[in-house]
């Protein structure tokens, strides 16, 4: 329950700051489907909480967590919010807006029709090497790269 508390008191002053700049995604990611019950921890964003807001295009498809061998529908996007954590200081601090949007193969061939952004928490533009990221979800290859919710985070657990 610390970490839930610790995770949803700066929500506000997270989204403001993604917002900050302008960006599409980074204004609206908040008004998304929420798809988990909690934040978790994922490998590939370093020692952060997550939690990820589906777009329309994503939501039934990304929701349906199959184990494997599905396709997110061209327009997808998957915003995942992120703080780092101090349990010991009961503190968090905002950490960046990673990015996900399904463009397709012809778009984005070497990184399996996927782009990736990211803002930093005042809402400024991360330089990201979309190869980097794309190495970075070949653990969810079979999820089309997604990678679901721990199941225990699932919503209605």
């Known amino acids: 329950m ?3 508390a610790l995770y949803d008191c700066p929500q506000d002053k997270i989204a403001t700051g993604y917002a900050n ?3 599409e995604i980074g204004t609206s990611y908040r008004s ?3 798809t988990a019950s909690r934040p978790e ?3 590939p964003h370093g020692n952060r909480l997550l939690n990820t807001n589906a777009n329309d295009a994503a939501t039934e498809q990304y ?3 199959a184990g ?3 396709e997110m529908p061209v327009g997808s996007a998957l915003a995942k ?3 780092s954590t101090s349990i010991k200081k009961r503190a968090a601090r905002a950490g960046p807006l990673s990015i996900m949007t399904k463009v397709g193969a012809q778009e984005a061939p070497y990184t399996t029709g996927w782009l990736y952004a990211g803002l930093q928490p005042d809402g ?3 330089k990201l090497k979309q190869s980097s990221c794309n190495d970075d979800q070949v653990g969810w290859q079979a999820q089309d790269h997604t990678g679901d919710p721990l199941e225990k985070a699932r919503p209605g657990r």
């Open 2 to 4: 610390i970490v839930r």
């Open 21 to 23: 700049e302008g960006d």
């Open 32 to 34: 998304c489907a929420v």
């Open 41 to 43: 921890f994922a490998r």
């Open 63 to 65: 929701l349906k967590f």
């Open 68 to 70: 494997e061998g599905f």
């Open 81 to 83: 919010a992120s703080i």
């Open 124 to 126: 400024e533009v991360m």
